[in-house]
Nanobody, 128 residues
Framework: QVQLVESGGGSVQAGGSLRLSCAAS????????MGWFRQAPGKEREGVAA???????SYADSVKGRFTISQDNAKNTLYLQMNSLKPEDTAMYYC??????????????????????RGQGTQVTVSS
């Protein structure tokens, strides 16, 4: 059973930065696709960034050039560096894990329903 625990959320002013972390344990799959999703009140959940087992990454258009996804395999930790934050980035951020096939369609297009595991989330609030 994979467990994912997010941390690093908080309140920041527009233009500021935050780094989210997702500590993973209890691996089930041989290889993984890891992703970050977010959901704001009254809005649908959306994919933010993902990294597949071959290291390929993908980003939502709204965060390209501002957010960077990375992972430290030795620490079993996924990161999301968020720079130049905007009020519209305010949301609950979740990490998710699924089987990794390398540059897979489901991973790069953020098909959350195909990820097997999801964390509880960490809140990010950006004020103007």
């Amino acid at each position: 059973q994979v467990q994912l625990v997010e941390s690093g959320g908080g309140s920041v002013q527009a233009g500021g930065s935050l780094r989210l972390s997702c500590a993973a344990s209890g691996y089930t799959y041989r290889n993984y696709c890891m992703g970050w999703f977010r959901q704001a009140p009254g809005k649908e959940r959306e994919g933010v960034a993902a990294i597949d087992s071959d290291g390929s990454t993908s980003y939502a258009d709204s965060v390209k050039g501002r957010f960077t996804i990375s992972q430290d395999n030795a620490k079993n930790t996924l990161y999301l560096q968020m720079n130049s934050l905007k009020p519209e980035d305010t949301a609950m951020y979740y990490c998710a894990a699924g089987p990794g096939y390398g540059s897979s369609w489901y991973c790069r297009t953020f098909q959350l329903h195909l990820f097997g595991y999801r964390g509880q989330g960490t809140q990010v609030t950006v004020s103007s």
